[in-house]
Every structure is written in C-alpha cells, then in structure tokens.
C-alpha cells in the first residue's frame, strides 16, 4: 500500500452531535487514503463498520432537488436500457435511501423493492409508498429476496459501493439478486475526477473504497458480474455509472469502457506517479480556506455555511475550523436542526436563518450542487453578500438576483 493523503483524525461524518453530548468524549478515527499497488484500488482502513453508521443515518436523498431530477432520469433511461415492461419486470434498489429513486419506478406501475439498512430513511420510503426491506445486502440477503420475489431484471446500487468493506461478498449479493439475463447498475465516484479536482473532501470512513474503472471491472467480477458499459457523470464533482451483467451473457465492453480505461491510463492511476502530488495540492486548499476566513474575521465580517452535508465535515476537521470563523451553517434536513457538527461542534440551524442575518458570506460546502445552490441563494444578493466555494480551488463568487 502506498500513501495518497492523510488528513489526520477525524469524527465519523454523519454523526452530529446533539446539545446534550457537547460535553461528552468523542472518537476521532485516522483518515488515511492510500493504493494498493498490486490492484490499484484506493481506500481506507474499515476503522467503522456500517452497522455503526447507518442504522440510523441523517442522510436524506429527497432533500436534493437536483438529486431528485437526477434519479428520475435515469430511471427513464434504465427502463429503455434493460426493456422494462410494468406487466412482469420487478427493480431492486440496494441502499435506497428515502425512496426518492424507486418512487420512479412505482409511477410507472414497475414492481420494485429498496433494500436499505437504516430505520428512519427506510421508514420515509415507505410513507412514500415504497416497498423497502431494513437490511443489509449480503449473499444471503441476496438469494433470500430472490427467493421471495423473484429475479430482478434491473439491480440499482447506486452511491453504495464505495461504502462496504466486504466487496467481494456486497457483489455477490448484487448477483444473487439480478436474473440470470438482467442488468446492475452502479453509480460512484470516480477517483479520475476527486485527484484532478481536489475533492479530498469526499474521502470520509463511510467511504472504504475509490474506484477507477479498472479497479471497478476487478471488484465485479469477484462476484461473476462483467462491466459492459460506462457513463461519466457530473454528479458528486465526477460520478462513473457502471452497466454489468452476468459474466454468462455480458459479451464485449463498449467502446466508452476502453476510453475511460485509456484516460485513467493517462493520468497515471495504475502507477504512483498519478498520486504522488494530490497531497500537496490538498493542503493548498485548506491554507487557502483558512486565510480566507481569517483575514474576514480580522475584517468583522460574517460567515456562515450552507449545507451540513458528510463531505463537509471533512473539510471542517481537516481546516480545524471553529465557529469562531464559521459562526454556523445551515441544512433543508430538519433533522440536523438543533445539532452540531461532529468534531468542530459548529451549531446547525434551519435555512431561514441566512436571511434574518444577512451574513456578508456563505460558504457552499456541498460545492458538488453548485448551481442549484447558486440559484437557491440568489437572494444574498439583495444585501451585497457573496458565496464561497472551497473546491476544487477557492472562489468568491458575487450572485445576481
């Protein structure tokens, strides 16, 4: 194994703290990306075990608009892709969150079902009118729903893969799921675009794994499943959407799996050479970010953030930013209302709150939505404020109403 960046120790980054645990010890975990350079696959120590994190997960999918518009479409294109027909096909989505994926496909009179681990966002699916399972995916898992309701001829796991610790056993659940003649569908973030872009704060202890497609073609064919096709995507900074089958009936690669593995090529993921400098350009944004802040509050002026969302507190713990430089930041979850974020304590509030104080900036820290936000926030405007976003470089940006 070979270091990529260690950015210390941090929090969990979905465990926000309520005003009765400010007093209490908290665990910081080591932080620590690294490549194995046998099979390229870049991760982290599995310090925390998902039984840990997402029994009861803060995370809801519904709250992104974007987020919304973005899975509706792909659901009209997997339906054309694996010829769905509502009269017999059946849809399993694994790590389904609130069901703002499968809600979909229920329009569409598609059988389906979520397989999602954590209660509260599980039981949000289903006041949608989504039939999900509370459980974790494993082999067995796998078989057991397929014995219930049969094979499922589209298997959608999308932003989960990077989060399991047993790979190989989270692909065979897939496979055990999927028919024989079916499809799966993977969405993750691609590791091309996090060191090209500096989006460090994507690597948090949820996040084991950070795929390229030539570590993505390994870890599914531990499970008898074959990539045939690759999509690049914009979500989350640089997402790649990865088509598999049965290995019996997945047949050649399309053309775009071959350019996406020649561009990983390029950029020197399958040797150091492609890693050695990611570190050095991380430290410049947090040194940026801090010298921002600092010379605004040498200046009286205010900061606030928007959005409390897991990639944030990385940069938070990584910057060491407190609230006397962030004096707190906001979230449409109203879950997070009332609470702190874990490890800099920084007080959450509802996003009503920016327009009472009219703060001269708002940091973005769900940069990746940057034009919904910059649209939502239009409104700062009206008092001369301005947004900062910290990735992939340090930008002011002066928003018009």
């Not at 001829?153 to 659940?173: E, K, R």
């Not at 509030?349 to 939505?369: G, S």
């Amino acid at each position: 194994m070979a270091s990529v960046v260690d950015l210390g120790a941090t929090p969990p980054c979905e465990s926000f703290l309520s005003a009765d645990q400010l007093d209490q010890p908290e665990p910081a975990y080591p932080l620590h990306l690294q490549v194995c350079t046998d099979c390229w696959l870049a991760q982290i120590p599995p310090l925390i075990t998902p039984e840990e994190t997402f029994k009861e997960y803060a995370y809801f999918s519904s709250f992104s608009t974007s987020w919304v518009e973005h899975a509706r479409a792909f659901v009209a294109g997997a339906v054309e892709r694996a010829g769905l027909d509502a009269s017999d096909a059946f849809v399993v989505e694994v790590a389904s969150n609130d069901g703002y994926l499968l809600k979909h496909v229920v329009d569409r009179g598609i059988r389906c079902l979520g397989i999602e681990p954590s209660v509260n966002v599980g039981a949000a699916a289903r006041d949608k009118g989504v039939p999900t399972l509370t459980e974790f995916l494993s082999p067995e898992t796998g078989a057991a729903v397929r014995a219930e309701h049969g094979p499922a001829n589209l298997v959608v796991a999308n932003n989960v893969y990077a989060h399991i610790p047993d790979v190989i056993g989270f692909t065979q659940g897939l496979r055990a799921l999927v028919a024989d003649d079916g499809w799966v569908s993977i969405e993750v973030q691609h590791l091309l675009t996090l060191i090209e872009d500096n989006q460090y704060d994507t690597i948090y202890h949820e996040h084991f794994q950070y795929y390229t497609v030539a570590s993505a073609i390994r870890a599914l064919a531990s499970g008898g499943l074959t990539l045939v096709d690759v999509e690049l995507l914009p979500t989350h900074g640089g997402s790649i959407r990865l088509w598999s089958r049965p290995a019996e009936v997945a047949g050649e690669p399309s053309e775009r799996v071959a350019d996406v593995l020649a561009r990983e090529k390029a950029a020197g993921l399958q040797e150091l050479s492609g890693y050695t400098e990611f570190s050095a350009r991380v430290a410049k944004v947090r040194r940026d970010l801090l010298k921002f802040l600092i010379e605004a509050a040498e200046r009286g002026e205010t900061v606030v953030g928007y959005g409390a969302p897991g990639k944030g507190n990385t940069l938070l713990n990584h910057c060491g930013i407190r609230p006397d430089l962030l004096a707190y930041t906001v979230d449409r979850n109203p879950y997070k209302h009332g609470r702190f974020t874990p490890g800099t304590r920084i007080p959450i509030l509802a996003p009503e709150q920016i327009a009472v104080d009219k703060p001269d900036y708002v940091l973005v820290l769900p940069w990746n939505l940057r034009a919904e936000l910059t649209e939502q926030l239009s409104y700062v405007h009206e008092w001369g404020g301005r947004l900062v976003f910290p990735i992939p470089e340090l930008s002011i940006v002066e928003v018009q109403s």
